[in-house]
Antibody
């Protein structure tokens, strides 16, 4: 079955760019929506954005000015860049797959998640 | 953004208890409501999607329902492996938003 794995630096300096990659295995990245979600320690979940395999994106308005997502279908990977990070961006970052199928049926639930990767913003 | 309000924020229950968690959206979201279970150090896992559909592989003691503006997750007979934090999520509006979570602890 489809599995996801996040990768990237665990420590990023303030004002720099956080870059993460999610590798999809056990299935194709094509014809699916993929999302990034984050969770600060001890807090709730925040949706960052989603990307379709064609490259179409939707971002959370609260982060839109700093977020870019991209997809590399040849590598079965999609990526997240978050610029100008501060301590408030310290969190566990998850990648996830939006459940495929008709939206009215699936409710765009996230049915496959990566294990998450901890990113700390600190000098 | 759509605010999702879960209640209670935490609860203590015993194995075998019936547990209900409620979620209310700040605006109408049709049935675009999902429930997740998260254990410490792990990614969330979808339990219910579309308000009432049980995700494949999830035990049938979990169920979801809708009544007016309220959505409910019910665990019919709490098992030891069910102690976790539960989140609701709306996906009718962008951005999708989550409730603040309900922590289910052992009594």
């Amino acid at each position: 079955q489809v599995q996801l794995q996040e990768s990237g630096p665990g420590l990023v300096k303030p004002s720099e760019t956080l870059s993460l990659t999610c590798t999809v295995s056990g299935g194709s990245i094509t014809n699916n929506y993929w999302s990034w979600i984050r969770q600060p320690a001890g807090k709730g979940l925040e949706w960052i954005g989603r990307i379709y395999s064609s490259g179409n994106t939707n971002y959370n308005p609260s982060l839109m000015s700093r977020v870019t997502m991209s997809v590399d279908t040849s590598k079965n990977q999609f990526s997240l860049n978050l610029t100008s990070v501060t301590a408030a961006d310290t969190a566990v970052y998850f990648c996830a797959r939006v459940m495929p199928g008709m939206v009215k049926t699936t409710s765009r639930a996230f049915n496959v998640w990566g294990p998450g990767t901890m990113v700390t913003v600190s000098s | 953004d759509i605010q999702m309000t879960q209640s209670p924020s935490s609860l203590s229950a015993s194995v075998g208890d019936r547990v209900t968690i409620t979620c209310r959206a700040s605006q109408t979201i049709s049935t675009y409501l999902n429930w997740y279970q998260q254990k410490p150090g792990k990614a969330p896992k979808v339990l219910i999607y579309g308000a009432t559909s049980l995700q494949s592989g999830v035990p049938s003691r979990f169920s979801g329902s809708e009544s007016g503006p309220d959505f409910t997750l019910t665990i019919s007979s709490l098992q030891p492996e069910d102690f976790a934090t539960y989140y609701c999520q709306q996906t009718f509006y962008t951005p999708p938003t989550f409730g603040q979570g309900t922590k289910v602890e052992i009594k």
